[in-house]
């Protein structure tokens, strides 16, 4: 719906869109509520780990994506957040970051390291 002139004339269009509260920072941290797994959609299949989460910050509940394989996660566990587009899992819209609070990175991990939250070790020959 197009504003009208006299709505303009009182007040103009702002040009940098407005941010939300879910915008203003990139991760943020928040407690377990409860571990289940999740079936994706139709052409793929496997049980995905989720958690439900609280936010400390705001009163919300979020569904999350815990990354890797295994993990070491329990009710009441900390856990730092951030907003990724899980395409094949119904309502979820975050992933757990590893390596950080409670949730450990992936052990005897050889690829993609830092995404896992794994140190690289240094070989000796």
Same mark, same amino acid.
């Given at each position: 719906?197009?504003?009208?002139?006299?709505?303009?004339?009182?007040?103009?269009? %702002? $040009?940098?869109?407005? *941010?939300?509260?879910?915008?203003? @920072?990139?991760?943020?941290? !928040?407690?377990? +509520?409860?571990?289940?797994?999740?079936?994706?959609?139709?052409?793929?299949?496997?049980?995905?780990?989720?958690?439900?989460? %609280? $936010?400390?910050?705001? *009163?919300?509940?979020?569904?999350? @994506?815990?990354?890797?394989? !295994?993990?070491? +996660?329990?009710?009441?566990?900390?856990?730092?957040?951030?907003?990724?587009?899980?395409?094949?899992?119904?309502?979820?819209?975050?992933?757990?970051?590893?390596?950080?609070?409670?949730?450990?990175?992936?052990?005897?991990?050889?690829?993609?390291?830092?995404?896992?939250?794994?140190?690289?070790?240094?070989?000796?020959?």
């Amino acid at each position: 719906m197009m504003s009208r002139l006299s709505q303009l004339l009182r007040k103009q269009r %702002s $040009l940098e869109p407005r *941010k939300s509260q879910d915008d203003s @920072k990139p991760q943020k941290r !928040g407690v377990c +509520l409860r571990l289940t797994t999740m079936s994706p959609k139709k052409p793929n299949s496997a049980n995905r780990r989720i958690a439900r989460i %609280s $936010l400390m910050q705001q *009163k919300k509940k979020l569904i999350i @994506k815990i990354p890797g394989e !295994g993990h070491n +996660l329990v009710q009441h566990s900390m856990i730092l957040v951030r907003k990724a587009g899980i395409r094949d899992l119904i309502g979820v819209q975050h992933v757990g970051i590893r390596g950080k609070y409670d949730l450990f990175g992936v052990t005897n991990r050889k690829t993609s390291k830092s995404k896992y939250g794994v140190k690289a070790t240094t070989q000796l020959k």
